[in-house]
């Protein structure tokens, strides 16, 4: 039996919009047809980072600090961040993360030392907001941001998207469209669009067992 030793199938903007218009009984023939599905797959992109954790969207960043400076603005294609370490020396250290209202009843916020709490200001450009304000220039902070998927542009150009999510994205498609073109498909493609969502979203969990170590402070690294 021949194989194809191939593993690098993939779909480019146009192909996905037409078979999302297939799957509604339609045919895209127009310009406006792929400017309203192009929109439309952009629009359900965003809903995916409503709707958890996407793990081919993170991406670890640094931040160097500066004494006496205790906000720094981040790249505004960043949604989240899910951890924080300060890095001094080559140790990482901890830090934890606190609402708004916390760091707004913070009494001594001018007071100097190694940072141990953030607060995410989540703006349109976000921003750090640290404690207690930063004592050197040398430390840095490194975090796991949860960043925004790359639009879908112009129909030759692919998407940033592992190949499990390939369904999902095709039966989402389709269901955004039939919400526009084919009404009588909406709810027959809504459901295979939540079904198709649920199981990427299974598979692309982090398999990792939690485990707390309350006293563990810090670690090396290097």
């Known amino acids: ?9 993939e779909l480019d903007v146009a192909e996905y919009i037409e078979e999302a218009f297939e799957r509604c009984g339609l045919e895209a023939r127009t310009g406006y047809d792929l400017q309203t599905a192009r929109r439309s797959m952009n629009i359900m992109l965003a809903e995916w980072a409503n709707r958890g954790l996407n793990q081919w969207t993170i991406e670890q960043r640094t931040q160097s600090l500066t004494s006496g400076t205790s906000e720094y ?15 001094r020396s080559g140790t990482d250290f901890s830090m934890s993360r606190v609402s708004r209202d916390t760091f707004l009843n913070i009494p001594t916020k001018s007071t100097t030392g190694r940072v141990t709490q953030y607060f995410l200001d989540r703006q349109i450009t976000p921003k750090f907001k640290l404690y207690p304000t930063p004592e050197n220039s040398t430390d840095v902070l490194v975090y796991d941001a949860l960043t925004r998927m790359q639009d879908a542009d112009t129909q030759v150009n692919t998407l940033e998207l592992p190949f499990r999510f390939f369904p999902c994205l095709t039966a989402g498609l389709a269901y955004y469209i039939a919400m526009k073109r084919a009404p009588d498909r909406i709810q027959l493609l809504k459901t295979v669009y939540e079904e198709e969502f649920e ?13 707390v170590n309350p006293q563990l402070s810090y670690y090396r690294v290097g």
Request: no cysteine; charged share 30%; hydrophobic share 45%.
């Open 73 to 87: 603005s981040l790249e505004t294609d960043i949604i989240d961040v899910l951890s924080v370490v300060v890095r």
């Open 199 to 211: 199981r990427a979203m299974a598979e692309d969990r982090d398999r990792s067992a939690f485990k």
């Open 1 to 9: 039996m021949a194989l194809s030793s191939s593993t690098n199938f």
